[in-house]
C-alpha cells in the first residue's frame, strides 16, 4: 500500500510541468500604470460568440484572458502624466512598436487617447 501511493505521489509531480504547458495555464495579461483618470475597455473575443467586456483604470490595474482569441481595446488618458500599457501573452502578437525586444509595451503621453487590437499570433 505504502509503494501504491508513493507511485500515486511520483505520477503527479511530474505530470505537473506537462499541464504546466496549457495555454490555460499561462494566460494572457493586459496591465497598465499611470497617474489620474486614465481608463482601458476591451471587448475580449473568447470564441463563444459573446464579447466579454473588461475595464481597466486607477483603481483596478490589470486582467487576464485565459481562452481569449483576440480582443479591441481603446484607451483615454486625461491628466498630467504617462500611461504605460504592458501586454503579456504566448498566443496573441503584440500591437505596439516596442523598442524593446521581449516586452510588449507602450507609453502614451499625458491626453493620450487610441485603441489597440489584439490579435492571435500565426501558426507555426
Do not use: Y
Not at 23 to 32: D, E, L, R
Not at 81 to 90: D, E, H, K, V, Y
Amino acid at each position: 500500500m505504502r509503494n501504491w501511493n508513493l507511485m500515486l505521489l511520483v505520477a503527479a509531480l511530474t505530470a505537473g510541468p506537462a499541464l504546466a504547458s496549457d495555454t490555460s495555464a499561462n494566460p494572457s495579461t493586459v496591465s497598465a500604470t499611470g497617474e489620474g483618470g486614465w481608463e482601458i475597455i476591451c471587448h475580449v473575443n473568447t470564441g463563444g460568440g459573446d464579447d466579454t467586456v473588461r475595464i481597466l483604470n486607477s483603481g483596478k490595474g490589470s486582467f487576464s484572458l485565459a481562452a481569449a482569441r483576440g480582443a479591441s481595446c481603446s484607451f483615454t488618458k486625461p491628466g498630467k502624466t504617462a500611461l504605460t500599457i504592458l501586454i503579456q501573452s504566448t498566443t496573441l502578437r503584440c500591437p505596439f512598436k516596442s523598442t524593446e525586444s521581449d516586452a510588449c509595451k507602450q507609453t502614451f503621453e499625458k491626453g493620450a487617447a487610441g485603441s489597440f487590437d489584439l490579435k492571435p499570433k500565426p501558426a507555426h
